[in-house]
Every structure is written in structure tokens, then in C-alpha cells.
């Protein structure tokens, strides 16, 4: 570790110096043979201020994902966390697996597992926002860009973004007749299949429909005593679809969308006892594909979203542009596990294991229903002068219904426990944003967003399966909050930007009403960020490089957390009264040849929770470092955030060489993030290990007319690196376990 933080100054002190010397090594560079520099950088355009700029011209913290490293990233059927530890500070994780992926950035994140739960990293997908953490995961394919913008982004994109915000833009239609299809089989037998087909349809009117299919067999084994059968879970089918309408008039533009999802599988793995006691490591024995579950014949997740979204636009003259954006999206689940992750019950004096399970867990939690209306009108002017701006208005209206169930084990999966939620949301905001060119050389940018946000909760259980009858709990949460930024970015030269940010913005007040296990429905008051951030963005060596820093700090006040497990199978929301967090980034890319590129990133994030008075129950068979108060308690001051990693990095290097009629490829990518405490005390089991993930992806692409073939190999997790990467603390040491190495081939077209 400490050779990587020696790496990671003397890089940060290198970019520093290249860009702050980028006109002479520009002079440098141009006396070279220009012939060596044929091949340079092409310019990333990016929507982070929901306009298209030149992403090294805008002043905010953002990185984009497209093209081959796209591709490479998302193979082996993988769903959205496959962007994990891909870009500087971010960290995505799941209990659920494919559905429920939870965001982190910059550390600040919400570990949360009940289905109303709000995160401070906002997903945007068309520039429609997927606020349930269901909606969260839709599978990804045709899109043209990902962009993650961190640091608070509430001024344009409002409620739930303290964090920063992940925007996926999907590939639209043109009036150019394009396409592609792609199919790849791989380890324990998944087959990948997506494509897309689009066109005019008039000479105003263009469509495209994209299509998704994924299949894996069960592969996992129960070897529960009792309980034996083969490849009994882990498998899934994964079908979606997008159609989208295009069409292009004079002075006006009118995008429909609409996209469905299907996914019939498993949920995540629980494995019991799989962390060695009196230390992190995984146990001896453990094998990926067996389990040790009464329950896992049971085991089920099931999906089901649609949605659809209208973006319409005028050009009302030469100054103006209207913009109306109109969201619908609906969604349902149901996911049913074994909780505890192995069998029997030790205190009920049954047989039990692996290790000591002392009660049994089965659990399922369900979204009947969900609807999400959003309506987002702005205009923004297109001065020719100095002064530019945009204002507009939003809405959001949300109402979510979720199913809590518990089952009794010993009673083949009888119900025992049942609780209905009901939670109704509506938030509208005014907001604006202002230009200003004050020179050639200095360019300022000022936002203002007034928010109002309203929930209003009903929790009804029917029965509890620790003997508690009915009860029925009301309550309601509301809050206004005036979010701001400032920012101003400084041309040093023609190939150097400057820019320095601070943003103050909310999360707004949340409620968790999982009360099977207990009584008490818990709210958390809004929290509050105020973020500071400078940084340069260069090209150097004559476009043929690209370095991004960026420095930045930041407190949070009333920082809502969630209190997960420990004492029983729910969450209780808390607030902490201040969490700082501070650390750097760095964004590269590099033309090393006319026949190798690269990129290398690298981030560190330093979280502290600053609460004397904050403690929250802990493991039931975990050995706790932190102090423990007289209510038994582990008290959380000076804790960093859960699933937070001080360090994550990444690096690619892609080679091209023509070879006959065609282009032979490879690529290679290595990620890694450092430790991660899995919640908020501190246990030496629940600290989960640092990760390194190592892919390769190798293949032919040739031309013939119209049509452009590609054949690929690849892996991911080449080295097999298995480690713990998520917990349940509240019966036994219970792990979750990373994806396996998994090898595939695949064949691509694309015709035009």
C-alpha cells in the first residue's frame, strides 16, 4: 500500500507539472515529426450541464465511458456494477445482485436493502431520473455515453444527488439506416445476445429498436444435509427492449422512448459462516458453486419495468430553446432468500451449519406496484455575446407499495410475518443557471434551485414472526431547501483549463418502516453538503495526451445513515452530525503509438464520521474493534463511511495492428479499490479485503461492404480473486462473495 501512495504522488505531481508547463511542451511537441502523431485523442463531448460541451471545458468533476472500453467493461453478461472501481471514486454494490445496485461516490453512499430506500448518487438514463433503487437496474446496452459527474449536482439535476450523479445516454435514431447484433457464450453456459436496428422512416421521421437477452443455468449446489440437489440457483433470463421515435422538423424535435425489462433468476448468494472467525479471509472449504441452505429451493427474484418518456423541443428563434421533458416508469419485484445463509437453527437445538446458524432466516421483499411521473420545462438561451443562462421548473410525483414477508423455515416456508408499506412522494423545484464570459481567458457559471419535498408513509403488519400483532404507523416528512453553486474556469493556454467549484445541495428526508422485526418506523431529517473542489484538465503532448486532477473537500451535516442488521433483520435510520471527506482524482489518457492507446485513473477518498453521541447495535458473532458504550453499543465517531475504499484505480491498454484485410485488437484492464468497511462499526470480519479484477478481451474485426464483423475472446477476473464483498451481520457471519472468473467468445456485426 504504501508503494501505491508513493505511485499516486509522484503521478499527481508529474500531471501537475505537464499541464501547468502545457504551451512549452506543446512548442516541444510541434517540432516533432508530425507524422509520429497521426493518431490523436478525440475530443469527448459530454451533456453534464444538460447541454453538449467539450467535456475538457467544463467545470465539474467529470468522467465518461464509451466505445471499446464500453464494451470490454460490460462483457460477460455482467449488469450495472460492472462500472465499479472504472471510474475515479465510484463504487457500486448489490444483496440483491442483478436488481437493487446501490451507487457510491467520492464514499458517500447509502447501504440501505429496503426497496423505498434513497441514495445520494442519482441515475439519470435520457435525462429521465430512476429514483427507486429497482429502477436503478436496468441492463445496459445500445448506449452511446456514460457519464459520472461527482461532487453535489443539485442545482440542475436536484433532490438525492449530494453525491454526484451516474447519466447513461443511450444510442437515439438518426436518419442513417445502422445497426448491430452481437452474441457470446461463455462460463456455465450464458449466452449474451443484444442488438439494434434503426433508420428513417420518413425524411422526418426516424426510429430504433434495440433489444437485450440474457441466459444462465442454475450452477450452484445445495449440499445442506437433507436439503441436497444440483444447480439449484444462480442462474437468470434477462430480456429487455427500447423502441424510440425520432422526429426532426424545421424548429422542432420530438423524442419518444419507450423500454421494458424482464428478469426471472436468483437471488445473490447468501453464504454462512463463509468468513473465517478472528479474521476477514474467506473459510478453507469454500467452493463458488456450492451453498448450505434449508431454504434455497425457494430462492426467487423476479422484475418486471416498463417506461416511456417524451422529449420535445423548440427552437422558438435564433435565441431561444424550449425544452419539455414528460417521465413515466413503473416497476415490480419480488425476491425471496435464505437470509441466514445455511441451515437449522442452533438455539432451536436443530442440526445447523456451516458453523453455528443460531436461528433461522427466510425473507422476501416485494414491489407490487410503482409509479413515477416526472415533468422537467426549461429554457435556455443561445446568446451569441457573453451572457448565456437556462431556467426551468420540475415536478415528481411517486407512489410505491412494498411487501415485507418472513417465512418459517421448519414449516417448509410458511408465512409468518407480513407488513405493507405505503409511501407516496411529490417534490417540485424552480431552478436557474447563468454564463458569463468575462474574458477570453475566464469563464463563470452561477446556479440557484429551490426545492420542496413531501413523503407521506403508512406501515400495516399483519402479523410478526417475533410474536408482535398487528400495528398500523403513520407518518410524514417534508423539507425546502435552497441549492447553489459557483464556479468558474480559468484557460491558461490553449490546451490547459483551470477551474475551481463549490456546490451546497440536500438529500431530502427519509422514513424506513421494515418493522417485522420490531416497532419502530425511523425517519431521517435532510442532510446538507457543501463541496469544494479545484482541479486543471489538459491535453498535452500535441493531443496525443489528456490529464484530469482534481482535488476536493467536503462536509456533511445531518448525514443520513442507515443502520443496518446488527440486532435483528431491518434498518434504522440515523443522522450523524458532520462527516467530512477529502482526497483527489486523476483522469488520464494516452496515445502511446499509431498502435497503442491507454488510460490510467486513479482516486483517494478519506471519510470520517464525526458523532460522540452516534452508536448502533453490532455483529452477533463478529469481533468489533470499535468502543463499545454502556448500552452495549459501538460508537461510530471517527469510523469512515461503509463501503467506502480509500483508493481505487484503473488502467487500460489497448493495442491495434492491421493485419491482412482486417485489424487484429487486444485489451487489457486492471481495477482496483482498496478495503471497504461493510457497515457502520468497525469489525476485523466485516472489513472487506482489498480487490484487484484483471480483464483481457482479444479478437479480428474486418470490413465486407456495408457490413463491419468482429470475433472476440475474453475474460473477466482472469486470476479468479475471490473476497467478501458484502455481509449480513445479524445471525452469523454471512458473506457475499464476488463474481467469479468467467470466460467467453463472441461474435459482433455492425452494418450501415
Same mark, same amino acid.
Given at each position: 500500500?504504501?508503494?501505491?501512495?508513493?505511485?499516486?504522488?509522484?503521478?499527481?505531481?508529474?500531471?501537475?507539472? +505537464?499541464?501547468?508547463?502545457?504551451?512549452?511542451?506543446?512548442?516541444?511537441?510541434?517540432?516533432?515529426?508530425?507524422?509520429?502523431?497521426?493518431?490523436?485523442?478525440?475530443?469527448?463531448?459530454?451533456?453534464?450541464?444538460?447541454?453538449?460541451?467539450?467535456?475538457?471545458?467544463?467545470?465539474?468533476?467529470?468522467?465518461?465511458?464509451?466505445?471499446?472500453?464500453?464494451?470490454?467493461?460490460?462483457?460477460?453478461?455482467? $449488469?450495472?456494477?460492472?462500472?465499479?472501481?472504472?471510474?475515479?471514486?465510484?463504487?457500486?454494490?448489490?444483496?440483491?445482485?442483478?436488481?437493487?445496485?446501490?451507487? *457510491?461516490?467520492?464514499?458517500?453512499?447509502?447501504?440501505?436493502?429496503?426497496?423505498? %430506500?434513497?441514495?445520494?448518487?442519482?441515475?439519470?438514463?435520457?435525462?429521465?431520473?430512476?429514483?427507486?433503487?429497482?429502477?436503478?437496474?436496468?441492463?445496459?446496452? !445500445?448506449?452511446?455515453?456514460?457519464?459520472?459527474?461527482?461532487?453535489?449536482?443539485? /442545482? #440542475?439535476?436536484?433532490?438525492?444527488?449530494?453525491?454526484? #450523479?451516474?447519466?447513461? @445516454?443511450?444510442?437515439?435514431?438518426?436518419?442513417?439506416?445502422?445497426?448491430?447484433?452481437?452474441?457470446?457464450?461463455?462460463?456455465?453456459?450464458?449466452?449474451?445476445?443484444?442488438?439494434?436496428?434503426?433508420?428513417?422512416?420518413?425524411?422526418?421521421?426516424?426510429?430504433?429498436?434495440? =433489444?437485450?437477452?440474457?441466459?444462465?443455468?442454475?450452477?450452484?449446489?445445495?449440499?445442506?444435509?437433507?436439503?441436497?440437489?444440483?444447480?439449484?440457483?444462480?442462474?437468470?433470463?434477462?430480456?429487455?427492449?427500447?423502441?424510440?421515435?425520432?422526429?426532426?422538423?424545421? !424548429? &422542432?424535435?420530438?423524442?419518444?422512448?419507450?423500454?421494458?425489462?424482464?428478469? !426471472?433468476?436468483?437471488?445473490?448468494?447468501?453464504?454462512?459462516?463463509?468468513?473465517?472467525?478472528?479474521?476477514?479471509?474467506?473459510? $478453507?472449504?469454500?467452493?463458488?458453486?456450492?451453498?448450505?441452505?434449508?431454504?434455497?429451493?425457494?430462492?426467487?427474484?423476479?422484475?418486471?419495468?416498463?417506461?416511456?418518456?417524451?422529449?420535445?423541443?423548440?427552437?422558438?428563434?435564433?435565441? *431561444?430553446?424550449?425544452?419539455?421533458?414528460?417521465?413515466?416508469?413503473?416497476?415490480?419485484?419480488?425476491?425471496?432468500? $435464505?437470509?441466514?445463509?445455511?441451515?437449522?437453527?442452533?438455539?432451536?437445538?436443530? $442440526?445447523?451449519?456451516?458453523?453455528?446458524?443460531?436461528?433461522?432466516?427466510?425473507?422476501?421483499?416485494?414491489?407490487?406496484?410503482?409509479?413515477?411521473?416526472?415533468?422537467?420545462?426549461?429554457?435556455?438561451?443561445?446568446?451569441?455575446?457573453?451572457?448565456? *443562462?437556462?431556467?426551468?421548473?420540475?415536478?415528481?410525483?411517486?407512489? #410505491?407499495?412494498?411487501?415485507?414477508?418472513?417465512?418459517?423455515?421448519?414449516?417448509?416456508?410458511?408465512?409468518?410475518?407480513?407488513?405493507?408499506?405505503?409511501?407516496?412522494?411529490?417534490?417540485?423545484?424552480?431552478?436557474?443557471?447563468?454564463?458569463?464570459?468575462?474574458?477570453?481567458?475566464?469563464?463563470? /457559471?452561477?446556479?440557484?434551485?429551490?426545492?420542496?419535498?413531501?413523503?407521506?408513509?403508512?406501515?400495516?403488519?399483519?402479523?410478526?414472526?417475533?410474536?408482535?400483532?398487528?400495528?398500523?404507523?403513520?407518518?410524514?416528512?417534508?423539507?425546502?431547501?435552497?441549492?447553489?453553486?459557483?464556479?468558474?474556469?480559468?484557460?491558461?493556454?490553449?490546451?490547459?483549463?483551470?477551474?475551481?467549484?463549490?456546490?451546497?445541495?440536500?438529500?431530502?428526508?427519509?422514513?424506513?418502516?421494515?418493522? =417485522?422485526?420490531?416497532?419502530?418506523?425511523?425517519?431521517?431529517?435532510?442532510?446538507?453538503?457543501?463541496?469544494?473542489?479545484?482541479?486543471?484538465?489538459?491535453?498535452?503532448? @500535441?493531443?496525443?495526451?489528456?490529464?484530469? %486532477?482534481?482535488?476536493?473537500?467536503?462536509?456533511?451535516?445531518?448525514?443520513? =445513515?442507515?443502520?443496518?442488521?446488527?440486532?435483528?433483520?431491518?434498518?434504522?435510520?440515523?443522522?450523524?452530525?458532520?462527516?467530512?471527506?477529502?482526497?483527489?482524482?486523476?483522469?488520464?489518457?494516452?496515445?502511446?503509438?499509431?498502435?497503442?492507446?491507454?488510460?490510467?485513473? #486513479?482516486? *483517494?477518498?478519506?471519510?470520517?464520521?464525526?458523532?460522540?453521541?452516534?452508536?448502533?447495535?453490532?455483529? &452477533?458473532?463478529?469481533?468489533?474493534?470499535?468502543?463499545?458504550?454502556?448500552?452495549?453499543?459501538?460508537?461510530?465517531?471517527?469510523?469512515? =463511511?461503509?463501503?467506502?475504499?480509500?483508493?481505487?484505480?484503473?488502467?487500460?491498454?489497448?493495442?491495434?495492428?492491421?493485419?491482412?484485410?482486417?485489424?487484429?485488437?487486444?485489451?487489457?484492464?486492471?481495477?482496483?479499490?482498496?478495503?471497504?468497511?461493510? &457497515?457502520?462499526?468497525?469489525?476485523?470480519?466485516?472489513?472487506?479485503?482489498?480487490?484487484?479484477?484483471?480483464?483481457?478481451?482479444?479478437?479480428?474485426?474486418?470490413?465486407?461492404? !456495408?457490413?463491419?464483423?468482429?470475433?472476440?475472446?475474453?475474460?473477466?477476473? +482472469?486470476? @479468479?480473486?475471490?473476497?467478501?464483498?458484502?455481509?449480513?451481520?445479524?445471525?452469523?457471519?454471512?458473506?457475499?462473495?464476488?463474481?467469479?472468473?468467467?470466460?467467453?467468445?463472441?461474435?459482433?456485426?455492425?452494418?450501415?
Amino acid at each position: 500500500m504504501k508503494s501505491l501512495k508513493k505511485t499516486a504522488i509522484a503521478t499527481i505531481i508529474n500531471a501537475a507539472l +505537464l499541464s501547468a508547463a502545457g504551451t512549452s511542451v506543446s512548442a516541444f511537441a510541434a517540432e516533432e515529426d508530425t507524422a509520429k502523431k497521426s493518431n490523436q485523442l478525440e475530443v469527448i463531448q459530454v451533456t453534464a450541464r444538460k447541454r453538449v460541451e467539450n467535456a475538457q471545458e467544463v467545470p465539474v468533476a467529470v468522467s465518461a465511458l464509451q466505445g471499446d472500453n464500453l464494451d470490454a467493461y460490460s462483457s460477460a453478461g455482467m $449488469d450495472i456494477r460492472f462500472m465499479s472501481a472504472k471510474i475515479p471514486s465510484l463504487s457500486i454494490e448489490s444483496s440483491f445482485g442483478r436488481s437493487f445496485p446501490r451507487f *457510491y461516490v467520492r464514499g458517500l453512499g447509502n447501504t440501505d436493502f429496503d426497496l423505498n %430506500a434513497s441514495q445520494p448518487v442519482s441515475l439519470v438514463v435520457d435525462e429521465v431520473v430512476q429514483e427507486n433503487a429497482i429502477l436503478k437496474g436496468f441492463p445496459v446496452f !445500445d448506449v452511446e455515453r456514460v457519464e459520472v459527474l461527482r461532487g453535489p449536482q443539485g /442545482t #440542475l439535476f436536484g433532490r438525492n444527488t449530494p453525491a454526484g #450523479l451516474v447519466k447513461f @445516454d443511450t444510442a437515439k435514431p438518426s436518419q442513417e439506416f445502422e445497426g448491430y447484433g452481437a452474441v457470446s457464450y461463455g462460463s456455465r453456459g450464458a449466452v449474451d445476445t443484444e442488438g439494434a436496428v434503426g433508420g428513417a422512416l420518413t425524411d422526418r421521421l426516424s426510429a430504433r429498436v434495440s =433489444l437485450l437477452w440474457q441466459d444462465k443455468d442454475d450452477y450452484i449446489d445445495n449440499q445442506a444435509p437433507g436439503f441436497e440437489a444440483k444447480d439449484e440457483q444462480g442462474g437468470y433470463t434477462e430480456k429487455a427492449a427500447r423502441i424510440q421515435f425520432l422526429y426532426e422538423g424545421d !424548429d &422542432f424535435t420530438a423524442l419518444l422512448n419507450y423500454h421494458t425489462r424482464d428478469l !426471472d433468476g436468483s437471488p445473490i448468494a447468501f453464504r454462512a459462516n463463509v468468513i473465517e472467525a478472528g479474521s476477514n479471509d474467506l473459510v $478453507d472449504n469454500y467452493e463458488h458453486d456450492v451453498v448450505y441452505q434449508d431454504a434455497a429451493v425457494r430462492n426467487t427474484q423476479q422484475v418486471e419495468s416498463e417506461g416511456a418518456s417524451l422529449k420535445l423541443e423548440w427552437d422558438i428563434s435564433d435565441e *431561444y430553446t424550449i425544452t419539455s421533458i414528460s417521465g413515466w416508469e413503473s416497476a415490480e419485484i419480488y425476491s425471496r432468500g $435464505d437470509i441466514d445463509g445455511g441451515y437449522g437453527c442452533g438455539f432451536c437445538g436443530t $442440526d445447523n451449519g456451516p458453523g453455528f446458524v443460531p436461528y433461522e432466516s427466510e425473507s422476501a421483499d416485494g414491489i407490487p406496484e410503482q409509479d413515477q411521473l416526472t415533468q422537467e420545462l426549461r429554457l435556455a438561451s443561445n446568446f451569441s455575446g457573453d451572457f448565456n *443562462y437556462q431556467v426551468g421548473l420540475f415536478y415528481f410525483d411517486e407512489e #410505491l407499495t412494498i411487501e415485507n414477508f418472513n417465512y418459517s423455515t421448519p414449516d417448509n416456508g410458511a408465512l409468518n410475518g407480513y407488513v405493507q408499506q405505503q409511501q407516496d412522494t411529490t417534490a417540485w423545484a424552480i431552478f436557474g443557471s447563468a454564463d458569463y464570459i468575462f474574458s477570453d481567458k475566464l469563464k463563470v /457559471t452561477a446556479g440557484l434551485r429551490y426545492s420542496d419535498d413531501e413523503k407521506d408513509f403508512v406501515a400495516d403488519r399483519t402479523i410478526s414472526p417475533i410474536g408482535g400483532g398487528a400495528l398500523y404507523v403513520e407518518r410524514s416528512v417534508s423539507d425546502s431547501h435552497v441549492s447553489w453553486d459557483l464556479s468558474a474556469n480559468y484557460k491558461v493556454n490553449e490546451d490547459v483549463n483551470w477551474y475551481s467549484r463549490v456546490a451546497n445541495t440536500f438529500r431530502a428526508p427519509s422514513l424506513q418502516g421494515r418493522i =417485522l422485526f420490531g416497532d419502530d418506523v425511523t425517519t431521517a431529517d435532510s442532510e446538507t453538503v457543501t463541496s469544494f473542489e479545484t482541479g486543471i484538465k489538459s491535453d498535452v503532448l @500535441d493531443g496525443q495526451g489528456r490529464v484530469n %486532477a482534481t482535488v476536493f473537500y467536503y462536509t456533511m451535516d445531518d448525514q443520513q =445513515l442507515t443502520a443496518v442488521g446488527g440486532g435483528a433483520n431491518f434498518n434504522r435510520l440515523v443522522n450523524a452530525d458532520k462527516t467530512t471527506g477529502y482526497g483527489f482524482e486523476l483522469d488520464t489518457e494516452w496515445v502511446l503509438s499509431d498502435e497503442f492507446n491507454a488510460t490510467f485513473n #486513479l482516486s *483517494y477518498n478519506k471519510t470520517e464520521i464525526k458523532d460522540n453521541d452516534l452508536a448502533v447495535s453490532a455483529c &452477533f458473532q463478529c469481533t468489533v474493534t470499535d468502543p463499545i458504550n454502556d448500552a452495549g453499543l459501538a460508537v461510530l465517531d471517527g469510523n469512515s =463511511l461503509p463501503h467506502a475504499p480509500e483508493w481505487i484505480s484503473n488502467f487500460t491498454l489497448r493495442y491495434n495492428k492491421e493485419l491482412a484485410d482486417g485489424n487484429f485488437f487486444a485489451l487489457g484492464d486492471i481495477s482496483y479499490r482498496s478495503e471497504i468497511n461493510m &457497515f457502520l462499526y468497525e469489525s476485523v470480519e466485516f472489513e472487506g479485503k482489498a480487490l484487484t479484477e484483471v480483464g483481457l478481451r482479444a479478437g479480428y474485426e474486418w470490413a465486407e461492404g !456495408d457490413y463491419e464483423y468482429q470475433v472476440s475472446a475474453f475474460v473477466r477476473n +482472469l486470476f @479468479d480473486e475471490q473476497q467478501v464483498i458484502g455481509a449480513i451481520d445479524f445471525n452469523n457471519n454471512t458473506g457475499i462473495v464476488n463474481e467469479e472468473r468467467y470466460i467467453g467468445a463472441e461474435f459482433k456485426v455492425n452494418f450501415f
